[in-house]
């Protein structure tokens, strides 16, 4: 059977994926996509303008089209079906055979027929292309005007701002966001977006764009105003791609769209529609989870499975240019004999408002704007037919201290109850994803794919998590371990605030027996973080293992490495050349690192002062490659070098080092500081990242390579060198006080409940109030800093730990190499059999 789809977006593509995960032997499928690039996604579509780059955006995973039963065909427009023949036409002329056809055509943008609408300048928001198109427009303007104030209007003038540029919303409606929130709530959105610098103007009829006075444009409306304008961006709805279609006789809606059944089949036997091109019951659907059900429904009726799609609930829930805004059911109160109940803090700018059956058991539907906490137990009260309290409206007040009323539990939701609609997980499949052993958000994720899209059900599957653990009885054990009835972010605080400064003293106060390898290096890591203390004081030393104790990275052959820090990867000449007389003194094996270092391996342990003592005399410092601490700071040339390069990455990169050395965190940190959006410095794979662009810095948080990679996250855009430092205070700050023991700042960020969203308003919002203090407790950090190695060599009770033998200076003679490429390694277990220890030249 061979199936062709027209059209590679996000539909297309999930009902391709559908397919691969229930393969059939003898099926082949041909994707047909008009545009130059595979389907990416446009839910996320605005994060372009935030330094995502199409790669980024791309849905399609690494090797997805390798395998032989499936073709992806780009820039390959489709002109013609013909039923009849079951053959589609392109634009070059071949025809392509189908056994089975599926339209995933997509929409198009409605652009009003305004007089001047397609002057140059004027853009619609819908491709990667548009939006490329934008940018270039943007560099040399100063203000733009996005035509539309529905959800992607609002969305577009979030990106015009990302730009730079004045931004401003027309709206022909009396109110932004029209179909999903009421009078008062869209008052409400109205004062938080202008509020944030965007100008909004209702009930604007343009009748006409013409030459500006104060920009490229005038647009002139009916009310006899005017704006002024270099860019208009038009966002006024979408309309169904049907013209395929149409043409070739199939049944078209009175209003457009392509006529199906429940099974995603149009009025040919042969040929299905899906996504937003795709007319069902009279209804057009324009969001994706709706697009991705019929795409799941007509590849398993393809399949021979039973499958029907029974439409979607078209309830929202986004963050519009930072603000909380959700809509479900029937927001508008349409139904007859239904009841609201409505909330409204205009001080703190919240609205909220519930729609109820004239029973008063039932919620038919919901507004909430400014803060959007209870959407999910709201939502999944209302599609589940959960009966209600008997006082409903304490749902949505606060209580006499300002918290919201506990909502409606998610045990009472059925096991079909859908979590998450863009991946069409249910409660039933969380459950038993926990049953068999996913005790973290992160894993759950992982083997379910649950909230791994849009990310908007995250809390609501944190909810059901808990709740199941509770039902089975299992006790959520987060100690540190037997000694110690705390977690780590517990231990730190009993620390800080009660400011135990030793590990008996901890012990004593909160703790049982004598201690493990488990608490004590965290301990020792905690006091470290919180006090900064020389980890090898006789109350600190005997805590710490093997690498920190040694102030080196152990190695397979009982050696270790010795790493100089290089700041930025900057170092001189003269430096180069101490570095190399030491590795040749002490013949060390050196290499290159990934993090633009000089490591030397090979040191005994009696050897490691007096390494340390020839490269402090140079000018170096301990480059912590040992500890749970700041490793490097990667950066490229920047503008000082690179032709390309906008930002001093270098200059930055060391500032950022010398400021951040010593701190001790929960586990290792990797800086990258690239100076264009070439991104030599891999800035976007790092704890932390910077992108330097021509209006300031982009930072990143939350990334690694390793076993386990992660795309870092961005964070904040176009800052200045004070506010990026003053984020990373924060951002590192708190990271180290609430991670887990051993935890990377990625997984952190997999399991904080909130996400990224929630760490913007900790880090750049101040939603907690503790900024001021995170930064101070990073200036103690900054105040207190030595290098630990300096003081290493010139304590004598310190230097004398560093020895093979605690009752000999005697070396390791078991320590063997063997030579190789001009340098030495370690011998393996025959040659250690056959060679003489290579004798230390010092």
């Known amino acids: 059977m061979h199936i062709v789809v027209i059209g590679h977006g996000m539909v297309g593509h999930k009902f391709v994926e559908t397919l691969a995960q229930e393969a059939r032997p003898g099926v082949r499928v041909t994707v047909l996509g008009e545009e130059p690039r595979p389907a990416y996604d446009r839910v996320h579509l605005s994060e372009f303008f935030s330094g995502k780059s199409a790669d980024e955006l791309s849905l399609v995973e690494p090797g997805f089209f390798e395998r032989e039963d499936v073709v992806l065909r780009l820039n390959a427009k489709v002109v013609a079906v013909d039923c009849d023949a079951r053959t589609v036409s392109l634009a070059s002329g071949e025809q392509v055979s189908y056994d089975k056809l599926v339209l995933a055509t997509g929409s198009y943008p409605f652009v009003p027929p305004v007089p001047g609408a397609d002057r140059k300048d004027c853009f619609v928001y819908r491709t990667i292309e548009d939006l490329e198109a934008m940018q270039e427009c943007g560099s040399r303007s100063r203000t733009g005007v996005v035509v539309g104030g529905g959800l992607l209007g609002l969305e577009c003038a979030k990106a015009l701002r990302d730009m730079g540029l004045a931004a401003h919303v027309v709206e022909f409606a009396p109110r932004l966001m029209a179909v999903q929130v009421d009078d008062p709530g869209a008052r409400v959105l109205r004062a938080k977006i202008e509020e944030l610098g965007v100008g909004v103007h209702t009930q604007k009829n343009t009748l006409a764009i013409i030459d500006g006075e104060d920009g490229t444009h005038r647009m002139q409306f009916a009310d006899g105003s005017h704006l002024d304008t270099d860019m208009i961006v038009f966002s006024a709805g979408i309309r169904p791609r ?3 279609a149409r043409k ?7 209003r457009g ?8 089949l149009t009025t040919d036997p042969h040929v299905y529609a899906i996504g937003e091109c795709a007319l069902w019951n009279g209804q057009l659907f324009g969001l994706v989870a709706p697009g991705y059900d019929m795409a799941r429904t007509a590849a398993r009726h393809i399949l021979g499975t039973d499958a029907a799609f029974a439409g979607a609930d078209m309830s929202t829930k986004l963050k519009l240019m930072g603000v909380d805004v959700a809509s479900i059911g029937d927001a508008h109160g349409a139904t007859p004999g239904s009841r609201s109940y409505q909330f409204l803090d205009e001080r703190k700018q919240v609205y909220r408002k519930i729609v109820t059956s004239d029973c008063g058991k039932y919620l038919l539907g919901a507004v909430l704007v400014g803060d959007a906490a209870s959407y999910g137990s709201l939502l999944q009260t209302a599609l589940n037919r959960i009966e209600l309290p008997e006082s409903p409206e304490f749902l949505i007040l606060p209580d006499g201290g300002g918290a919201e009323r506990p909502a409606i539990g998610v045990d009472k939701l059925p096991a079909g109850a859908q979590i998450c ?5 249910s409660k039933g499949a969380l459950c038993q994803a926990v049953a068999d052993g996913a005790t973290t958000v992160g894993a759950l994720k992982s083997c379910t794919k649950a909230g791994t899209a849009c990310g908007g059900c995250v809390p609501l599957m944190t909810q059901v998590m808990n709740a199941e653990f509770k039902k089975l009885g299992v006790a959520v054990n987060n100690h540190l371990c037997e000694h110690f009835p705390y977690s780590r972010q517990e231990l730190y605080h009993l620390v800080r605030v009660e400011g135990i400064q030793s590990f008996g003293a901890l012990l004593e106060r909160h703790g049982k027996g004598l201690g493990c390898d488990i608490c004590k290096p965290t301990a020792a890591n905690i006091l470290a973080s919180v006090w900064n203390d020389f980890v090898l004081k006789p109350k600190h030393a005997s805590l710490q293992d093997s690498n920190d104790y040694f102030l080196g990275n152990i190695q397979k052959d009982g050696t270790y490495s010795v790493v100089p820090r290089m700041p930025g990867g900057e170092v001189t000449a003269d430096g180069l050349i101490a570095v190399g007389q030491v590795a040749k003194k ?8 990934g993090g633009q270092r000089v490591d030397l391996f090979g040191a005994r342990v009696e050897q490691l002062p007096a390494i340390w003592e020839e490269l402090i005399a140079a000018g170096f410092e301990s480059g912590h490659a040992y500890g749970k601490s700041l490793r490097t700071v990667k950066s490229c040339v920047g503008s000082t070098w690179c032709r390309y390069g906008v930002g001093d990455s270098v200059g930055f990169a060391i500032a950022l080092e010398n400021r951040y050395k010593g701190l001790r965190a929960p586990h290792k940190i990797k800086f990258g500081v690239s100076g264009c959006t070439r991104e030599c410095a891999e ?10 662009t021509d209006k300031g810095w982009n930072l990143y948080v939350c990334g690694n390579g ?3 990679p992660r795309h870092a996250e961005l964070i904040a855009s176009d800052l200045d060198d004070a506010t990026v430092v003053r984020y990373i205070d924060r951002f590192l700050m708190f990271y180290v006080r609430t991670a887990e023991r051993l935890q990377r700042t990625s997984v952190w960020r997999e399991n904080l409940e909130g996400g990224l969203d929630y760490l913007k308003q900790v880090v750049i919002e101040d939603k907690l109030g503790i900024g001021h203090e995170l930064e101070a407790q990073m200036q103690h950090v900054i105040d207190t800093y030595a290098c630990e190695w300096k003081e290493a060599v010139t304590d004598p009770a310190v230097r004398r730990r560093f020895r093979h033998f605690v009752n000999s200076e005697q070396g390791d003679d078991n320590v063997v190499f063997v030579p190789e490429r001009g340098q030495i390694r370690p011998a393996d ?3 250690r059999r056959r060679v003489i220890p290579i004798a230390s030249a010092a």
């Open 242 to 244: 049907d013209e395929l």
């Open 257 to 264: 769209g392509i006529v199906i059944d429940n099974s995603c």
């Open 683 to 692: 800035a976007q794979g790092k704890d932390v990242g910077l992108i330097a």
């Open 421 to 425: 609609s863009c991946n069409d997980v």
């Open 829 to 831: 277990p025959i040659e």
């Open 586 to 593: 002490y013949g060390l094996y050196t290499k290159i690192t």
């Open 248 to 254: 070739a006789g199939l049944a078209i809606g009175s």
């Open 706 to 708: 390793g076993m386990k």
